[in-house]
């Protein structure tokens, strides 16, 4: 019987073992050496990596001034490069002690990350700011003059108005029309809605230059009586109208009208993809509840899916407003601001590239950073309300 009720405690099977090893790996000492060869593994692996991409771009002759070699070689070096480094990272961490590099991990980890955006982002965007306060060569302070100059030139003011029209029009007709096309194509069949998302989805596959250049083309103008290229005139004339020469069109600012037509036909297929997304994700149970109420198909939109579908439309309608605000290409290949349809991001491009205007330039750019800012705050705050409520 003593046998019996002491085994219990004397046991030294797995279970009792485990414990003890659990004890043991989480009071591991520091090991000096793995921490001194992962932090020189470290600095060596970005040394050299950093170097490779600078003889890419310097030194092409030593690599035969071939593209597609020095493509393959920093895809090789990139990626290569990013794995060692990792490595000595964890080989590093490994080496404090237990309870240290477990806290320490995340951390580590995402350093690299950090860094990257600090040098990349945050040091251009203060030295940006900077500049606003420099003269045109950025060799001496000029204090607010800059932004005096902008402020007062009437083509900045024109530049901001078209910017704003840009906002109310753009974001929201992209929206609207990636929803009606993800509820109405979730109604058709299997094959039917492939095709039809497919079709609404592929102009996502090309630049923005590529659908300026297309859709100049669409725009195009010749005299009236001469053989019209633009598809638009063509039908126009065909019609038995007059050809217009859409981009020229400054009443009612209709030929910016025309230029957002460009980027709502590049941008609905990414509405419609998330939007469809998010309608697949409404709980069959609740639609079917409706239908058993008696409501419409109209009213079950309305008051059963299209509340569940808020947060991703609030997240796709603040995408598009921020790409909005830094419009470029699709102005500056089809008009470059003449006609009144300049915006805020081909005047700088304007001032810094073409009038040499390095510290007017960098002013145009920080009201463009100012008023992307709050509309950024907000989408953070949309993405962790989000989060919470998963």
């Known amino acids: 019987m003593s046998t019996a009720a002491t085994s219990p405690q004397t046991s030294t099977g797995p279970s009792a073992g485990a414990p003890t090893e659990l004890n043991e790996k989480a009071g591991s000492p520091a090991r000096p050496v793995r921490v001194l060869v992962g932090a020189v593994g470290m600095v060596v692996t970005a040394w050299l990596v950093c170097n490779a991409f600078l003889a890419f771009a310097y030194y092409p002759g030593w690599f ?60 251009p965007t203060v030295q940006t700011i900077v500049y606003s306060f420099a003269n045109d060569d950025s060799t001496d302070w000029v204090g607010l003059q800059n932004y005096r100059a902008i402020f007062g030139d009437s083509a900045f003011w024109s530049a901001l108005l078209n910017n704003f029209l840009w906002i109310l029009i753009v974001p929201v007709t992209t ?141 796709v309608f603040i995408t598009v407003l921020i790409m909005v605000l830094k419009v470029f290409d699709l102005v500056y290949v089809t008009t470059n601001g003449l006609y009144n349809t300049d915006v805020i991001a081909n005047m700088f491009y304007r001032k810094a590239f073409v009038s040499q205007q390095a510290g007017q330039a960098a002013a145009v750019v920080v009201v463009l950073l100012l008023l992307v800012t709050p509309i950024l705050i907000y989408q953070v705050r949309v993405f962790r309300q989000q989060e919470a409520n998963r």
Not at 254 to 274: H, P, R, Y
């Open 175 to 315: 929206v609207a029309i990636g929803l009606a096309v993800a509820v109405f194509a979730d109604k058709l069949s299997p094959q039917g809605e492939k095709f039809s998302k497919s079709g609404i989805f592929l102009p996502m596959a090309i630049s923005f230059v590529g659908a300026a250049t297309i859709w100049g083309l669409v725009y195009a103008y010749k005299a009236p009586g001469e053989s019209q290229i633009g598809l638009l005139n063509a039908i126009v004339q065909g019609l038995g109208g007059t050809p217009q020469a859409w981009f020229q069109m400054e009443t009612m600012r209709l030929n910016s009208i025309f230029l957002m037509v460009i980027l709502i036909w590049l941008q609905a297929g990414f509405a419609m993809v998330l939007l469809s997304s998010a309608i697949k994700g409404v709980p069959e149970d609740t639609i079917e509840a409706g239908r058993m109420d008696g409501a419409s198909e109209v009213r079950i939109f309305w008051s059963v899916i299209f509340p569940q579908v808020w947060p991703t439309l609030v997240s």
């Open 64 to 123: 035969f001034n071939s593209g597609i070699l020095i493509g393959l070689l920093g895809l090789i070096v990139g990626i290569g490069g990013s794995l060692l480094f990792f490595y000595f990272l964890n080989v590093c961490i490994e080496g404090f002690p237990s309870r240290l590099a477990e806290g320490f991990i995340p951390y580590a980890f995402l350093l690299p990350g950090f860094a990257l955006i600090a040098l990349l982002l945050l040091y």
